[in-house]
Nanobody, 125 residues
Framework: QVQLVESGGGLVQAGGSLRLSCAAS????????MGWFRQAPGKDREFVAA????????YYAEPVKGRFTISRDNAKSTVYLQMNSLKPEDTAVYYC??????????????????WGQGTQVTVSS
């Protein structure tokens, strides 16, 4: 079993920055592909970014490319999402997720096994 706990959300003005963190329990964190997702009110959950087990590969959704950066520190069992140039449309609950099934392969279209409880990000205009 893996537990994921997000933190770092909050209220920020448009153009500002936030860094989200996701701390994972368990000794096999370094084997997992990790992802970030978000869900805005009244909308479906959508993919934001993913990172390979060693941090060597990343993949981003088009709306956040060039503004968001996903990274990880396997020694701390933590994955991060640095969000810059935030826009009101980035407002959502942000979730981290772990794919414990396979550490190889394409980072897009994966199925994730474990999810955090989410952290709210609100961007004011």
């Amino acid at each position: 079993q893996v537990q994921l706990v997000e933190s770092g959300g909050g209220l920020v003005q448009a153009g500002g920055s936030l860094r989200l963190s996701c701390a994972a329990s368990g000794r096999t964190f370094s084997r997992y592909v990790m992802g970030w997702f978000r869900q805005a009110p009244g909308k479906d959950r959508e993919f934001v970014a993913a990172i390979s087990w060693n941090g060597g590969r990343t993949y981003y959704a088009e709306p956040v490319k060039g503004r968001f950066t996903i990274s990880r520190d396997n020694a701390k069992s933590t994955v991060y999402l640095q969000m810059n140039s935030l826009k009101p449309e980035d407002t959502a609950v942000y979730y981290c997720a772990a794919d414990a099934t396979s550490s190889s392969g394409d980072l897009s279209g994966r199925s994730y096994d474990y999810w955090g409880q989410g952290t709210q990000v609100t961007v004011s205009s």
